[in-house]
């Protein structure tokens, strides 16, 4: 049974900084490209972040560019999403995803881990 399963979400003050992550299980890692959505009250999930199978390529929501990192780590089964420079437009419900073939997108996507809230605060 596959599970993604996010953590590090919170509370945090404009221009603060959190990393979150998300543990995945019973599929082949190196196969999947991972990647973060988010989605607040009354609108569409959105995308936000993906990185390659192998690590090597990532790609980022205009809105992220230059404050997210997105990284994995094969040995843990793990991918990260690291925000620095926050704003309160950030918060929003984070969901980790894994998609087997082609690129990762709403549509794509295989498996969905349950979300992690982040709120940032002005």
């Known amino acids: 049974q596959v599970q993604l399963v996010e953590s590090g979400g919170g509370l945090v003050q404009a221009g603060g900084s959190l990393r979150l992550s998300c543990a995945a299980s019973?599929?082949?890692?190196?196969?999947?490209?991972m990647g973060w959505f988010r989605q607040t009250p009354g609108k569409e999930r959105e995308f936000v972040a993906a990185v390659s199978r192998g690590g090597a390529s990532t790609n980022y929501a205009d809105s992220v560019k230059g404050r997210f990192t997105i990284s994995r780590d094969s040995a843990k089964t793990t991918v990260y999403l690291q925000m620095n420079s926050l704003k309160p437009e950030d918060t929003a419900v984070y969901y980790c995803a894994a998609a087997r073939y082609g690129s990762i997108t709403m549509t794509t996507a295989d498996y969905w881990g349950q979300g992690t809230q982040v709120t940032v605060s002005s």
């Open positions: 019973g599929l082949t890692f190196s196969t999947y490209v």
